[in-house]
């Protein structure tokens, strides 16, 4: 194969010399082969490494990856499927030395004479930690029976790359999904019916009343609660102010009344004191 000209992302192999054996980096479907099949038709005259039926792009940790591609060398070159990104870029590996055939439970080989098409089909569970910081993938298929990176080749050994597709936080598609199943019951309910649908929604817009009025008299309480709070808070505190400035006048009249009181027995008790004075009629000398 010649040089692609994709840069080269490192990635731990087998021995060379070892046979590939299938290893499972990553959690797969560990299924029947009857649940795991994806039939051929629709499709004729299907070209080895081309993808086939991939309509779904959007993806959450947890869910079931499936794909499905002309078989390469119809099944007997074993592959190498890998995590990667756009550009060529290899981020792991997901399964190192699959076998298809025909009776594999993970390695699906479907072949339809008819249609002349032969298929091989992979089913893989995203990890539920699976990394969603950037949320843009693609799987790439290598032969793994010669060694990536060979003959100063980056990428050598590469057959085909998968549609880009994302994997996202459940968060971030949760609402969107429950909207859109919403909307999909309401039009089988109503069977085009759009005055079903206009109550459907009414009542929802009624059914939402009630915890907004719920919500404003628990305000209203609350508010009603605080002001008699401040109402008597305010009342006991001029009640105090009332009796301290009576405390306060009652005690200034003492103190006013108390040194006049003193003076007027002292001056009394010091008058008491003084001696008596003998009050004789004066005396005229008799003329002799």
């Not at 629709?42 to 086939?52: D, I, P």
């Not at 499905?68 to 099944?75: K, L, R, T």
């Not at 990394?131 to 990176?149: E, H, K």
Request: hydrophobic residues 35%; contains cysteine.
């Amino acid at each position: 194969m010649g040089d692609t000209g994709m840069p080269r992302a490192f990635i731990p192999r087998p021995s060379p010399c070892a046979p590939p054996s299938p290893i499972s980096v990553f959690a797969t479907i560990d299924s029947p082969p009857w649940t795991l099949a994806m039939s051929t038709y629709g499709y004729e005259n299907c070209v080895a490494g081309t993808f086939y039926g991939f309509t779904k792009t959007e993806f959450n940790p947890g869910d079931t990856f499936s794909l499905q591609w002309g078989a390469i060398d119809d099944g007997a070159t074993p592959l190498n499927i890998t995590l990667g990104r756009a550009g060529g870029y290899i981020i792991d590996e997901i399964i190192v030395g699959a076998q298809f055939t025909k009776t594999s439970a993970l390695y699906q080989l479907v072949v339809d004479d008819t249609a002349n098409c032969t298929l091989e089909e992979f089913s893989w569970a995203i990890p539920d930690d699976f990394n969603t910081t950037d949320p843009q993938y693609q799987i790439g298929l290598f032969n793994a029976s010669v060694l990536l990176g060979a003959d100063g080749v980056p990428l050598f050994g590469w057959q085909a790359w998968n549609p880009d597709f994302y994997v996202r936080p459940v968060s971030s598609t949760t609402t969107t999904d429950a909207s859109s199943t919403t909307s999909t019951v309401a039009a089988t309910a109503t069977g085009g019916n759009t005055t079903t649908t206009t109550s459907a929604t009414s009542l929802s817009t009624f059914s939402a009343s009630p915890t907004s009025s719920s919500v404003s008299d628990d305000s209203t309480s609350n508010s009603e609660t605080i002001g008699i709070g401040v109402g008597v808070g305010v009342g006991v505190a001029a009640l105090a102010a009332v009796l301290l400035g009576a405390f306060y006048l009652r005690r200034r009249r003492k103190k006013a009344q108390t040194p006049s009181q003193g003076l007027g027995g002292v001056r009394q008790q010091y008058i008491q004191e003084l001696p008596a004075t003998e009050k004789r009629p004066p005396m005229h000398e008799l003329a002799g």
